[in-house]
Structure formats: C-alpha cells, structure tokens
C-alpha cells in the first residue's frame, strides 16, 4: 500500500524557516513527480512545488520562487521542502502528493497526482 507521510510542521514567526518532509513507502518513486500543495482555509488547494525525482529537475509557483526549495533523499525516500523568508500567506495545510507524469503543465494540477499524504499544518505569525 501506497504512503506518503508528511512531517515538519508548526508555529513560526514571519521571516523564519521551516523543512517539510514526506516520507514515500510501499513502492519505488524513482520515476515519479513529487509535488507540494498547500491549502488555506476556505481556498482552493494550490501548487507549490513539484520535483522529477529520476532527473532532479524542479518547478515552483512564482509566490515561492527563490524561498523555497524542493529535494530528494534518494537513500531515504523522502522529499523535503525548505521553506525560508516565510510570511504570513504561507500559512496553510502542506501536502505532499506523486504523479506519474511530468511537465509544467501537468504538475500545477492536483488531478496529475494519484497519491496523497494527508497534510501538515504551517502557520506564519505577522
């Protein structure tokens, strides 16, 4: 059975860091798109963050280019997210999700993805 476990979240001040982790098991994901949504209250879930996990190759959403950062743990099977300069908007459910498919259009798109972990909370104090 399929698991994508999130971890890493919490409370922290405007400006500061978190590092999100998801833990992949129950197969392999070398071939596979790892992407990161978030999701505020009353909004639409939103794209992150997507890596190829086979050439490492990465895309973000414009709201978080040059903050963060999407890698891969191949020993591990994990994908982090490094979140840095973070503001309040941050604030939101992460969610680590795989797709098979990969191009920039297809990996903004929650229906690109077939399996989801079941999300970690981010808040960003002002």
């Known amino acids: 059975q399929v698991q994508l476990v999130e971890s890493g979240g919490g409370l922290v001040q405007a400006g500061g860091s978190l590092r999100l982790s998801c833990g992949a098991s129950g197969r392999t994901f070398s071939s596979y798109t790892m992407g990161w949504f978030r999701q505020a209250p009353g909004k639409e879930r939103e794209f992150v963050a997507a890596l190829r996990w086979s050439t490492g190759n990465t895309y973000y959403a414009d709201s978080v280019k040059g903050r963060f950062t999407i890698s891969r743990d191949n020993a591990k099977n994990t994908v982090s997210l490094q979140m840095n300069s973070l503001k309040p908007e941050d604030s939101a459910v992460y969610f680590c999700?795989?797709?098979?498919?990969?191009?920039?259009?297809?990996?903004?798109?929650?229906?690109?993805?077939?399996?989801w972990g079941q999300g970690t909370q981010v808040t960003v104090s002002s």
């Open positions: 999700a795989a797709s098979s498919v990969w191009s920039t259009i297809s990996v903004i798109t929650t229906t690109a993805y077939t399996y």
